[in-house]
């Protein structure tokens, strides 16, 4: 959840700081602080509740001129509401320590207890002012910041990375990563660390995942990582994909708006070297050997949130395609519902970060279970992919609203890139499809574009509609997830009751619902590819609309048999029917961003939300 930056080094440590923060306050705007090392040589802080920009207010107030160690945090709270107490960084050792976190430890209370009974007087209710002071008391007792960390970690449990830095230390950051992100950026005479690359991508694209239960030690002139034990761990450094460039705005009022319009190319850019001769072939499963993928007799996919609608979408086609039982769980629920697994059992995995707690789990219990795993994923070196057998990267690029757009539709083009593979070494799919496919490929990216320009209709039609207190959104088979999909926007960003709803179930309670001037979003199928679908979907309408409701119908170019019955008619391109959910749902990110920013919301960081769920 939180956004974490560390650095040492000669430049200037509190705009590094800043400027890390800045690319990472999606991750958490709760309140933002820094620590560094001053010209006296003591650790100074500032921090405040609400947005980096208030902490920015304050620094422009109360400069800081530190050239040395320092880390920074934008904080989503947990432990302790949002407030200049509860921000991090924690101090500890009479002030001469600094520590910020990511997680939650979950015996806080009793470790608590055990500094206050040592005479600490604690002055947030935050968990990590609990580790900062432990981590203290240690240092007192070893005068050195290393071990004592190294002690300390070892006593916690839950999820945390931890940064911490020392007044009698000052060119060393140590951090400690337990089931939550943490990378190092590899500098020339500096170092950096972050919960993701963005932290450090301005500075350097030469990057270290740290893996689970090690620790990192940065110098200006070193990086070492060890595990818990002390022991030394070897590290590869890779390069990152994308530049500082890509996680700013480009004179977009928004990330999001950006990001709904870079739909096209990251589609473009999951599907570049999967399809050569007309053939689809994902080299990262090739990797798996043709004949676990040809045993397989069953898929779970797992995700959350909008990934879990794209699996949903990609089930679909998987099933259609590769000829086997696909279901789709929410991750959070698969370990917890004593699954039944066999070693014939495929688990996919999708999670834009990589990093999110609930899926990350679901994969460590697949695992621990023999099962074969396969990560969708949009970051590189993210903890589920390299906790899994095989990961299909979707080079999406980064994402930083938190409302997802780009993520979601590359994972769809994943899964269904996946889902030929699997067709093609399974022998179940024919000449016919893998070629329709293939055109459906080749065309997708200037469909999306296609679809990107009804944002002009789209935002006419969200200021008509400002006050609108709830919307209904109806689909069939492809369309069903996205309708959920095209719910769940709006609830993320406009703060407005939204319901996706089967077209089928509709007179099976939710018609109850509609009422005069209701408005219903309507997904209709394509009258060419799926005749059978599009009759009931517009006998759908015609149920709704006899009952007052506002019908805006998203169509294909040319169905002219829903006119009579909708009050607004949202035009697509041609597409397979299996494609549609990669079109259709663009006007309805539009409309869902547009009636924010009617309402007056901030798009890009919506109330109580957090672009990678990092805690369970």
């Known amino acids: 959840m939180c956004g974490i930056v560390g650095y040492v080094g000669p430049g200037d440590t509190v705009g590094v700081l800043l400027s890390g923060l800045k690319r990472l306050e999606y991750r958490g705007y709760d309140s933002a602080g820094v620590a560094v090392l001053d010209g006296a040589g003591e650790v100074s802080v500032r921090k405040r509740s609400g947005k980096l920009a208030r902490l920015t207010e304050m620094l422009e107030a109360s400069p800081l001129e530190a050239h040395g160690s320092g880390i920074g945090h934008t904080r989503w709270a947990t432990h302790g509401g949002p407030t200049d107490a509860n921000a991090h960084p924690h101090l500890g050792d009479g002030g001469r320590l600094a520590l910020i976190h990511n997680g939650i430890v979950e015996n806080f209370a009793e470790l608590r207890a055990e500094v206050e009974a040592a005479g600490v007087e604690l002055l947030s209710e935050t968990d990590t002012e609990v580790v900062a002071a432990l981590l203290g008391i240690e240092f007192e007792r070893t005068g050195e910041l290393e071990s004592a960390f190294r002690t300390v970690v070892r006593r916690l449990h839950g999820t945390f990375t931890l940064l911490a830095m020392h007044r009698d230390e000052p060119d060393t950051v140590v951090a400690a990563r337990h089931n939550s992100p943490l990378v190092v ?3 020339e005479g500096e170092n950096f660390l972050g919960s993701d690359v963005a932290a450090f991508v301005g500075h350097t694209r030469r990057a270290v995942a740290v893996e689970e239960d090690n620790i990192a030690i940065i110098t200006p002139e070193a990086v070492r990582i060890t595990d818990f034990a002390g022991d030394p761990v070897e590290f590869e450094e890779y390069e990152v994909a994308w530049n500082a460039d890509a996680a700013e705005k480009g004179g977009w009022s928004s990330f999001m708006a950006k990001e709904i319009t870079e739909q096209p190319e990251a589609a473009a850019n999951t599907i570049r070297g999967r399809i050569a001769g007309g053939e689809i072939s994902i080299p990262e499963l090739e990797a798996l050997g043709d004949e676990v993928l040809r045993n397989a007799d069953r898929i779970v996919i797992i995700a959350c949130g909008t990934a879990s609608y794209a699996g949903q979408i990609g089930a679909y086609a998987i099933e259609q395609w590769a000829r086997v039982p696909v279901e789709v769980q929410l991750s959070h629920e698969f370990r917890y519902r004593d699954p039944v697994l066999t070693e014939r059992t495929l688990v996919i995995s999708v999670s834009q970060s990589g990093e999110t707690m609930d899926t990350l789990m679901a994969v460590k219990y697949a695992n621990e279970r023999g099962v074969t795993t396969v990560s969708v994923c949009n970051t590189q070196s993210a903890t589920i992919p390299r906790e899994s057998d095989a990961a299909v990267y979707t080079h999406a690029g ?13 994972q769809i083009t994943a899964l269904y890139l996946i889902g030929l593979h699997l067709g093609r070494v399974r022998g179940t799919l024919s000449a016919e499809d893998q070629a329709a496919a293939v055109t459906a490929f080749d065309e ?16 006419q039609l969200a200021h008509w509609m400002a006050d609108t207190r709830s919307v209904l959104f109806l689909g069939r088979h492809v369309g069903y997830p996205t309708a959920l999909e095209g719910a769940l926007k709006l609830k993320e960003i406009a703060y407005i009751h939204a319901e996706g709803f089967a077209a089928g179930e509709l007179k099976h ?19 060419r590819k799926s005749p059978v679908m599009h009759s009931k979907v517009v006998s759908n309408i015609q149920e709704i609309r006899a009952r007052g409701a506002r019908v805006i119908a998203i169509v294909e170019k040319g169905d002219t048999s ?12 041609l597409t397979d029917a299996l494609f549609e959910p990669l079109v259709q749902v663009v006007p309805l990110q539009w409309f869902a ?13 919506p109330r109580n939300l957090a672009k990678s769920v990092t805690v369970e």
């Open 509 to 527: 309670g939710p018609i109850a619902l509609i009422d005069h001037g209701q408005p219903v979003f309507v997904l209709v199928p394509s009258p």
């Open 185 to 187: 950026g590899l500098g």
């Open 444 to 459: 997708l990216p200037a469909a999306m574009t296609e679809a990107v320009e009804t944002h002009e209709q789209l935002a």
């Open 593 to 605: 961003l547009e009636l924010s920013q009617a309402k007056g919301l901030d798009v890009d960081q």
């Open 398 to 410: 980064p994402e930083v609203a938190v409302a997802s757009t780009k993520a979601f539709t590359a």
């Open 562 to 573: 829903v006119l009579p019955y909708a009050d607004d008619v949202i035009r697509l391109p």
